[in-house]
């Protein structure tokens, strides 16, 4: 099978997540939250023996890719076909205590190069982007029925696309003239429509709005929050976990989030008394994210926006250590 994806920050993530130390030697258990082809999973499980995985992914067509890749393993390996929102949310109740959490929340390269669900404007496919094909409104379903104005703001809000409200206005206008149904299609009305020096920056001038797109159709950022909250309390005292970020929108949720549990208070000063348990949570170990080396780079781009942060836990998290995660 050819591999596709390239796992990002991987030697980072086996330094700083491995499963050292008592009683975690013997036996440990590691939840790969975003298991894509499984390239972070089959390194843990061959440079660490008595490692067992369970692996989370909500495409059944990338997760079928992982099964053949990762079957040498046996029953080392377990999967799991959901979001990985709704496998933490219940995670306690059916007694999976992991001692490492991974999260790497970049899209597959599978995705944009072979998934055939317009991730890319550089390919003429069918406008979805959803990871999940079954479930919710896909791209095209937004990009022809949001209005004007929603759709400047969604574009601003998860892209940070300072023409967003050129491009929304192109969009609309050219949906006049029937749905707009494929990835290069979109691609080719936002770059039409924005300045000629826009055209040739760093990235192309679709880049934004395509993210901001696939944010919103994954629901990436509205779920990322409870999803940590709830993954961080089924770890076992003493377990990592990391996670690596590909955009400042994401970063910032956990970074925040974190910072949280790093305090031994996160009660606002007006209360009386306080109600978050008052002792910190978590030992921050990557006191500033862990970016790629140089060769890393070079040799795999889509790494160069990733960005790791780990904590090793204390004790559960109460929901107040939530509050204020999505702001700066």
């Given at each position: 099978?050819?591999?596709?994806?390239?796992?990002?920050?991987?030697?980072?993530?086996?330094?700083?997540?491995?499963?050292?130390?008592?009683?975690?030697?013997?036996?440990?258990?590691?939840?790969?939250?975003?298991?894509?082809?499984?390239?972070?999973?089959?390194?843990?499980?061959?440079?660490?023996?008595?490692?067992?995985?369970?692996?989370?992914?909500?495409?059944?067509?990338?997760?079928?890719?992982?099964?053949?890749?990762?079957?040498?393993?046996?029953?080392?390996?377990?999967?799991?076909?959901?979001?990985?929102?709704?496998?933490?949310?219940?995670?306690?109740?059916?007694?999976?205590?992991?001692?490492?959490?991974?999260?790497?929340?970049?899209?597959?390269?599978?995705?944009y190069e072979r998934s055939k669900r317009g991730f890319s404007f550089r390919y003429d496919e069918e406008l979805d982007m959803r990871i999940n094909p079954a479930v919710g409104e896909s791209?095209?379903?937004?990009?022809?029925?949001?209005?004007?104005?929603?759709?400047?703001?969604?574009?601003?809000?998860?892209?940070?696309?300072?023409?967003?409200?050129?491009?929304?206005?192109?969009?609309?206008?050219?949906?006049?003239?029937?749905?707009?149904?494929?990835?290069?299609?979109?691609?080719?009305?936002?770059?039409?429509?924005?300045?000629?020096?826009?055209?040739?920056?760093?990235?192309?001038?679709?880049?934004?709005t395509f993210q901001a797109l696939r944010i919103a159709v994954n629901g990436e950022l509205s779920r990322l929050p409870k999803a940590l909250h709830n993954a961080f309390n089924c770890l076992?005292?003493?377990?990592?976990?990391?996670?690596?970020?590909?955009?400042?929108?994401?970063?910032?949720?956990?970074?925040?989030?974190?910072?949280?549990?790093?305090?031994?208070?996160?009660?606002?000063?007006?209360?009386?008394?306080?109600?978050?348990?008052?002792?910190?949570?978590?030992?921050?170990?990557?006191?500033?994210?862990?970016?790629?080396?140089?060769?890393?780079?070079?040799?795999?781009?889509?790494?160069?926006?990733?960005?790791?942060?780990?904590?090793?836990?204390?004790?559960?998290?109460?929901?107040?250590?939530?509050?204020?995660?999505?702001?700066?």
């Amino acid at each position: 099978m050819e591999i596709v994806h390239t796992p990002v920050l991987l030697n980072e993530c086996l330094s700083y997540l491995s499963p050292v130390g008592e009683p975690f030697e013997a036996h440990a258990l590691m939840v790969d939250s975003t298991l894509g082809e499984g390239g972070h999973t089959s390194n843990f499980l061959a440079k660490f023996p008595t490692l067992s995985v369970i692996g989370l992914d909500a495409d059944k067509v990338i997760q079928a890719r992982a099964r053949e890749r990762l079957a040498p393993f046996g029953d080392r390996m377990n999967f799991f076909n959901g979001n990985f929102s709704d496998f933490y949310a219940d995670a306690k109740e059916r007694n999976v205590c992991p001692d490492i959490i991974l999260f790497d929340l970049g899209i597959s390269v599978f995705h944009y190069e072979r998934s055939k669900r317009g991730f890319s404007f550089r390919y003429d496919e069918e406008l979805d982007m959803r990871i999940n094909p079954a479930v919710g409104e896909s791209a095209a379903d937004l990009v022809n029925n949001l209005p004007e104005e929603k759709l400047a703001d969604l574009i601003y809000l998860y892209g940070e696309e300072k023409l967003s409200r050129r491009i929304a206005r192109a969009i609309c206008e050219a949906r006049q003239g029937g749905k707009i149904t494929s990835s290069k299609a979109l691609g080719d009305i936002i770059w039409n429509c924005v300045p000629a020096n826009y055209r040739y920056g760093n990235i192309h001038p679709a880049t934004r709005t395509f993210q901001a797109l696939r944010i919103a159709v994954n629901g990436e950022l509205s779920r990322l929050p409870k999803a940590l909250h709830n993954a961080f309390n089924c770890l076992n005292a003493g377990g990592k976990m990391g996670v690596i970020t590909f955009h400042s929108l994401e970063d910032r949720i956990v970074k925040n989030y974190f910072r949280n549990l790093g305090k031994q208070c996160v009660c606002p000063p007006e209360r009386a008394i306080c109600s978050c348990g008052g002792k910190q949570c978590a030992e921050i170990l990557t006191r500033k994210p862990v970016g790629p080396t140089e060769d890393e780079i070079k040799a795999n781009s889509p790494s160069r926006s990733a960005k790791l942060r780990v904590v090793r836990k204390i004790c559960d998290a109460s929901d107040e250590r939530l509050i204020g995660v999505e702001k700066d």
